[in-house]
């Protein structure tokens, strides 16, 4: 059975920092490109990173970059979000999931993980 | 606004066939294939159409999809009340970044 549960979401202040962890298993992790999706309240998907099998290539939305870093374990089919200098417009209910050969989203998604920005 | 241009809303009813279209440009969907999602009310999304119009195991046929240009469209057919969703395309952009539409709530009547 394939399970993808995400982790490490919470309340944390402006300029805070947050690590979000995605555990995987039933499925051959280090096979996938992985990403992370993001969906604020009562909006619609963004997609925030993706990274590559072997965590060579990474990509980023304009909106996280340089302050967002995804990286993966394979030796621990988990991938991560290093999350900094958080602003109120990262809150969001943030998705794992498996990545096609072409960057977008694939099969395997998480249940996310909720993350607020306030003070 | 989203770069990939999708219709806000839909409806039907049951039995009734819907297309939701999902409309960019030559760097992303005239250029790269289109998978298509659905979110059901307060959970995660799920993969319904890959790379323009493949079905994933386990998803019923009367889910499909297609490409012509720089537009795709999803259609469902024999349209049910748990097809109530929300229904998003997305697609690689040449400019390095993964595109989402703004999505579609869809409403059975």
């Known amino acids: 059975e394939v399970q993808v549960v995400e982790s490490g979401g919470g309340l944390v202040q402006p300029g805070g920092s947050l690590r979000l962890s995605c555990a995987t298993s039933?499925?051959?992790?280090?096979?996938?490109?992985m990403c992370w999706v993001r969906q604020a309240p009562g909006k619609g998907l963004e997609w925030v990173a993706n990274?590559?099998?072997?965590?060579?290539?990474?990509y980023y939305a304009a909106s996280v970059k340089g302050r967002f870093t995804i990286s993966r374990d394979n030796a621990k089919n988990s991938l991560y979000l290093q999350m900094n200098s958080l602003r109120a417009e990262d809150t969001a209910v943030y998705y794992c999931?498996?990545?096609?050969?072409?960057?977008?989203?694939?099969?395997?998604w998480g249940q996310g993980t909720l993350v607020t920005v306030s003070s | 606004q989203s770069v990939l241009i999708q219709p806000p809303s839909a409806s039907g009813t049951p039995g009734q066939r819907v297309t939701i279209s999902c409309s960019g440009s030559?760097?992303?969907?005239?250029?790269?294939?289109v998978n298509w999602y659905q979110q059901l009310p307060g959970t995660a999304p799920k993969l319904l159409i890959s790379?323009?119009?493949e079905r994933p195991s386990g998803v019923p046929e009367r889910f499909s999809a297609s490409k012509s240009g720089t537009s795709a469209s999803l259609a469902i057919s024999g349209l049910q009340s748990e097809d109530e969703a929300d229904y998003y395309c997305?697609?690689?952009?040449?400019?390095?970044?993964?595109?989402f539409g703004g999505g579609t709530k869809l409403t059975v009547l």
């Open positions: 999931s498996t990545s096609d050969r072409w960057g977008t989203p694939s099969q395997y």
């Open positions: 039933g499925f051959t992790f280090s096979s996938y490109w």
């Open positions: 990274i590559k099998q072997g965590g060579t290539e990474k």
């Open positions: 030559s760097s992303n969907v005239g250029h790269n294939p």
């Open positions: 790379n323009n119009n």
């Open positions: 997305a697609v690689w952009d040449d400019t390095l970044n993964v595109l």
